[in-house]
């Protein structure tokens, strides 16, 4: 069974998290539990020398009734938490006890009130608080905290004539109070119930916060990179994916849309590529079978129209079939032009020289047009191994078109060379024509597709590509309708020797 990424993240950072909790949990209430025990500690161990003070006297002059009778009276005030209280000699028989029924009987050395000093192996005078502390249950189950206190041997009772004791005895016995622990178990249940009650809603509120950001940080992007991949694969290559967020994942959201748009360009290039690869074919064959017949067809119209130059409309006539037929060859030999090109005689050229070239082939048009050419040629750009004619017919063509495009009317176009990322120059011809709109824009560099209508034979674009295929680089076009458009011509300087790898046209 596949478990989700999201899941296991969850998973892991709710256990860590209710470990942590739990553990700071635990360690509070024994702090806690700790802190109480040890109040209550010093709280009996005040009442003991309270009692010790009060008793002082009584003991110094041997009242026993006033002295059996304080503490039988301290030992009742169960109100204030006290269960017994009780003095036993150093040999630990009970002397005064507020329980009657002790009073004479011997304590076990191993009991609960005689093991912490025996088991210390210190004289009792030198223990602290905490060491003369024990806890223990009563018969009803409640616990119940004692504490001894040592009645050291002072010099009034060593000298005194009612009961001297030796003045080397340094311990004449000890003062036991037993006070209840219910109050602090009262309190140590109810700290235990709210700081678990506060765990659990820290973890359940750690928990959903951990959902939610799992959610929509990790589940729904990955959700959306799994359903636009999948479609990827089914080949729809226009999906893209709501970039989320500036994180690693929106990153690659965003590099995914790319990506499919990168493959979307290529896949329209690359069947562009072979529409021009089967059409060029075809047109390689059909030019072969349509030359000869017309090289016959034009060769007998010329000699019929000097046999019947005396005929004026038979020479009319005639001068039309000679006309269209030279403009089929024309045509015929732009096919095979597209269809066979020939290959790149390569030698070092200055684009520059080109540029200038071209623009004297074609100024005496762009007069006549009324359009004004202006060149912004960069100064010290490198040379390029490149055809010096096949460049040119490329820059031309470029030339040409962008004449077309301004029409009657006149306009504007500006040339540019510069130098492009390393390794390339480019050549951009902007123009200030009606522009090529968003549907015709990927079929400009088919062979046969035109937008002159009947002034144009829809080759010069598509031969144009395979020149500049042929020499490594690349050609891209900008347009807007109304607003003009931009032909950015790229060629390589680096692999111009060996031919490099040659590149699709781009269109954006």
Avoid at 120 to 146: K, M
Avoid at 174 to 192: F, Y
Avoid at 265 to 280: N, P
Avoid at 285 to 294: K, R, S, T
């Amino acid at each position: 069974m596949r478990t989700r990424i999201g899941t296991r993240l969850i998973l892991g950072a709710g256990l860590t998290t209710a470990l942590v909790i739990g553990g700071m949990s635990v360690a509070i209430l024994r702090s806690h539990t700790a802190q109480l025990l040890a109040e209550r500690t010093r709280s009996a161990d005040q009442l003991s020398e309270t009692i010790k003070s009060a008793t002082h006297f009584d003991m110094l002059e041997n009242r026993r009734e006033n002295l059996h009778r304080q503490i039988r009276d301290v030992g009742g005030l169960h109100e204030e938490g006290i269960r017994k209280v009780r003095v036993f000699n150093k040999e630990g028989k009970i002397m005064f006890s507020s329980a009657s029924e002790e009073i004479g009987t011997s304590l076990d050395p191993r009991g609960e009130a005689c093991y912490a000093c025996h088991a210390e192996g210190r004289p009792l005078e030198r223990l602290g608080i905490q060491a003369r502390a024990r806890t223990f249950r009563a018969a009803d189950g409640t616990r119940v905290l004692g504490v001894i206190n040592p009645i050291p041997n002072a010099p009034s009772c060593s000298t005194a004539a009612c009961h001297a004791h030796s003045a080397k005895q340094s311990l004449l016995g000890v003062l036991d109070v037993n006070v209840s622990l219910a109050e602090v178990d009262q309190e140590i249940a109810h700290s235990r119930l709210v700081i678990t009650a506060s765990a659990a809603l820290a973890i359940l509120a750690g928990s959903f916060m951990l959902w939610w950001l799992n959610r929509r940080l990790v589940v729904r992007p990955v959700a959306s990179l799994v359903e636009g991949t999948r479609r990827v694969m089914e080949g729809d290559l226009g999906v893209t994916i709501p970039v989320s967020g500036r994180h690693e994942l929106g990153v690659l959201a965003k590099a995914f849309n790319e990506m499919t748009q990168t493959l979307a360009d290529t896949q329209r290039q690359l069947t562009q590529a072979d529409k021009l690869a089967s059409v060029g074919r075809l047109a390689a064959g059909v030019a072969h079978e349509i030359n000869n017949p017309l090289t016959g067809v034009l060769s007998y119209a010329s000699l019929l129209r000097k046999r019947m130059e005396h005929d004026l409309p038979a020479c009319e006539d005639l001068d039309v079939i000679v006309r269209e037929t030279v403009r089929c060859r024309g045509i015929i030999r732009e096919l095979l032009d597209f269809a066979r090109p020939a290959a790149p005689a390569r030698k070092p050229m200055d684009l520059n020289e080109v540029v200038r070239r071209s623009v004297s082939v074609v100024m005496t048009q762009l007069s006549l047009n009324q359009v004004n050419l202006s060149l912004d040629l960069a100064a010290d750009l490198p040379q390029v191994q490149a055809d010096p004619n096949q460049i040119q017919q490329v820059v031309v063509n470029l030339l040409l078109n962008a004449a077309d495009a301004i029409g009657a009317e006149g306009g504007q176009i500006r040339a540019i060379t510069r130098s492009a990322s390393p390794g390339a120059i480019e050549f951009l011809l902007e123009d200030s024509g009606r522009g090529i709109s968003a549907e015709d824009l990927p079929r400009i560099f088919e062979p046969f597709f035109t937008t002159k209508g009947n002034h144009g034979t829809g080759l010069g674009l598509a031969v144009s590509w395979g020149i500049v295929e042929a020499h490594g680089g690349s050609l891209e076009v900008q347009s807007q309708p109304g607003q003009g458009t931009c032909f950015t011509l790229r060629l390589p300087t680096a692999t111009g020797a060996d031919g490099g790898s040659p590149n699709i046209p781009t269109l954006t």
